[in-house]
């Protein structure tokens, strides 16, 4: 049986990757942790609903136009199956109404070594996004028997989650730039959060980004979870909107 999942870096040779889809993407309702990622002069700020469709089959077209540049190289190219991202959701802890998308696989796996990982997201309408990335999960389980299948620990996302009274459209840059400086981020450290895109795999250590998407909960979770593993905390004063390591720091080689 072949072996699919085995990854330890952002650098070595790609030989099969995962490629989003914009099909059915929604600008999210404002939620406690969404409300601080998006910036006060962005045309999103307020907004929420379906996409407008030219930017969903532009977004699709940039996409596919990545897929046949990987194809030509030789790379395998898996797709997820969208979901209808529009519609409510909830839990025995909060209620939603609406999803988001599945155009960013990053955000939601994280893959080290044989293991592909889902994350425990820190935004409500990513919570069930998972889901959407389920059929390609059970086809490696079936054709890979090393590949490892799991899920972190889902956080609640209750009101204590996040720290009241966090976000004000008045606040400055430099004032911005001060909460980055000193970590005071809208998440609070009650259960541990994080994207996958906020960790930095390069071998057995692991550079983890504390910022709006991923508190230190949840490194502290991640060292147990990889006894073996050097975990880092890393932090960029300089990001008014600190989300995401890949958009910051890139690794070109060991």
Not at 168 to 187: G, H, M, Q, S, W
Request: charged share 30%; glycine share 4%; net charge negative.
């Amino acid at each position: 049986m072949a072996k699919i999942v085995s990854s330890w870096n952002d650098w070595d040779p790609l030989k099969r990757v995962i490629v989003g889809r914009c099909d059915n993407s929604v600008i999210p309702p404002e939620e406690p942790a969404t409300s601080e990622k998006v910036p006060v002069d962005s045309e999103m700020r307020g907004m929420w609903g379906l996409r407008p469709l030219e930017t969903v089959e532009r977004g699709n077209e940039c996409l596919e136009n990545l897929v046949k540049i990987l194809e030509d190289r030789g790379v395998v190219v898996d797709r997820p199956t969208p979901l209808q991202w529009n519609q409510a959701i909830g839990t025995p802890d909060f209620r939603n109404d609406s999803m988001m998308t599945c155009m960013p696989p990053r955000d939601i796996l994280l893959t080290i070594g044989n293991e592909i990982m889902a994350a425990a997201n820190s935004f409500r309408c990513r919570y069930f996004e998972y889901l959407a990335y389920w059929p390609l999960m059970e086809m490696y389980f079936e054709q890979d028997p090393d590949f490892k299948w799991t899920q972190a620990p889902r956080p609640r996302l209750t009101d204590k989650s996040y720290k009241h009274n966090y976000y004000d459209e008045k606040i400055t840059l430099e004032e911005r730039l001060e909460r980055t400086a000193a970590k005071d981020f809208v998440t609070t450290e009650v259960e541990p959060m994080w994207d996958a895109a906020d960790v930095m795999r390069m071998g057995k250590d692991l550079f983890i980004q504390h910022g709006l998407t991923t508190n230190r909960a949840a490194m502290d979770w991640f060292q147990r979870y990889y006894p073996e593993f050097r975990v880092h905390a890393v932090n960029f004063p300089g990001d008014p909107y600190p989300i995401h390591i890949d958009a910051t720091f890139v690794p070109l080689r060991p």
